[in-house]
Structures are given as structure tokens and as C-alpha cells.
């Protein structure tokens, strides 16, 4: 079992994980990119049993994505760091952005989503499984 910590940028919020994640996934969805302020997001899907906050609280900003699921994305209320999300349609699990994970080497993404929506500058990686859309439930 892998054990990770990790934080915000201003170090208000810090988090422990005591599991291996369910899931690694590059998202290239519109919410994702404007989320991040990146070209993609990377998330790691864990049981949301296995994520303690250590420090700190988080804020959640709700909306409804593509799928018709409410999404909830938390964040530091200081930095504004998006730390965690969670959705109606993943009960019991929760996403960590890699980019907050301290030491996240040992994360590797499976699946690549949304790909009919990423940039024309993207380079896809040829070690994943990749879905025009959402991935397939």
C-alpha cells in the first residue's frame, strides 16, 4: 500500500493518503483545462477513506459537467490551489491533482480522457488507453 502526502502552494492545506490510487487519468476537458490553467489535468482517483486532511480546510466550488454530474472541486481558500474533487457519479472516491502530491514519481497515469477536446499542441502519451470522451462506465 502506497502511502502519499501533499499540500497546497502556501502550505495552508496538507493532506496524507494511505492507499494506491483506483485510477490515473490525463482529463483534457474544458473544465479540467479552466480548473488547472493548464492544457490538461492529471487526477488520481482514491477511496475517499484513504485521504486525511492533516491541516488546513478546503472550500468547494460546485457545477454540473458534460455528463449531467455535479461536480465539486475543493480548493485553499488562501492560495486558491485546486486540491481535490469529487462527483454524484463517483460515490466514495475522491481526485487528488497529481501536481499537489509531494513526491508523485511513483504516479502513473492509465487512461487519457476527453482527447476529441485537447489542444493541437498536446503531445498524448503512447502508454495509455485513450477515450474520445468520458471513459466508459
Known sequence: MAQFTGGCLCGAVRYEINGDPVRVAHCH???????????????????????????????????TADSGNTMNKEFCPECGSQLFGFGSGGAGIKTVKVGTIDDASAIKPQIEVFIARALPF??????????EEGRPR
Open 29 to 63: 476537458c474544458d473544465d479540467c483545462r479552466k480548473a488547472t490553467g493548464s492544457s490538461f489535468a492529471t487526477n488520481a482517483f482514491f477511496k475517499e477513506d484513504d485521504l486525511v486532511v492533516l491541516q488546513g480546510t478546503t472550500r468547494t466550488y460546485s457545477h
Open 122 to 131: 498536446t503531445r498524448l502519451s503512447d502508454e495509455t488507453e485513450k477515450f
